[in-house]
């Protein structure tokens, strides 16, 4: 079983849409959450850290339910400049990256 | 700021070939890592350092190796270059992957192609 799924995508959605991506993880000890964005033949980069309460950052919302072991990721008014792939990232003494979810937003 | 620094950018190999993509931090940073991407595929772990003089595999370790002599370089060494192996490589570093939520800093990756 993988540490980290994903469901691939692609999701198509018109612009000022908004979209979820959700992520489940296997390891209840896991330490830290991430959402990253990766751009087509683009290193990752940091989004967003995914806290238990729940956070926010502008038009991106991140959640986590340790209980369920799931992470999501909102995102609202999406722009065309959100098409990417989106990657769920937890830790436990090192990196697990999820395959990725990706997002093409259209006009 | 340079941040990861990896080299080359773009390689072409003959099969069979050796060499050594590098991979540079200057932020400190004891953890650093090496991951593979396919066309369409996620990250996939080749190897991983928690310090200088301590490596461990990955997911995918055969037909690479590395060494950690310092603390802010992390070289991956192709033995013997396979057409399997082309791939974008991409080498990975951070303070902590344990608690703390840090984050992985990513180089700009090595786009390898084994002919």
């Known amino acids: 079983r993988k540490e980290v799924e994903q469901d691939p995508g692609p999701f198509n959605v018109p612009e000022g849409a908004t979209v979820a991506f959700n992520c489940t993880y296997s390891?209840?000890?896991?330490?830290?959450f991430f959402w990253y964005r990766q751009d087509c033949r683009k290193e990752p980069k940091l989004l967003m850290s995914?806290?238990?309460s729940g956070n926010e950052d502008g038009r991106f919302t991140a959640q986590l339910n340790r209980a369920s072991q799931y992470i999501s990721l909102l995102i609202r008014d999406s722009k065309l400049s959100d098409s990417a792939t989106y990657l769920c990232?937890?830790?436990?003494?090192?990196?697990?990256f999820g395959s990725g979810t990706k997002l093409n937003v259209k006009p | 700021n340079a941040g990861v620094t990896q080299t080359p950018k773009f390689q072409v190999l003959k099969t069979g070939q050796s060499m050594t993509l590098q991979c540079a931090q200057d932020?400190?940073?004891?953890?650093m890592s090496w991951y593979r991407q396919d066309p369409g595929m996620g990250l996939r772990l080749i190897h991983y350092?928690?310090?200088?003089?301590?490596?461990d595999q990955g997911e995918v370790p055969n037909g690479y190796n590395v060494s950690r002599s310092t603390t802010e370089d992390f070289p991956l060494r192709l033995l013997s270059a396979a057409p399997s192996q082309t791939s974008v490589y991409f080498c990975?570093?951070?303070?902590?992957?344990?608690?703390?939520?840090?984050?992985?800093?990513f180089g700009q990756g090595t786009r390898l192609t084994v002919v």
């Open positions: 990975a570093s951070s303070s902590s992957p344990g608690g703390g939520n840090t984050e992985a800093f």
């Open positions: 390891n209840s000890a896991s330490q830290s």
């Open positions: 995914v806290y238990s």
């Open positions: 990232v937890v830790t436990l003494n090192k990196f697990y």
């Open positions: 932020m400190n940073h004891e953890y």
């Open positions: 350092s928690v310090g200088a003089g301590i490596t």
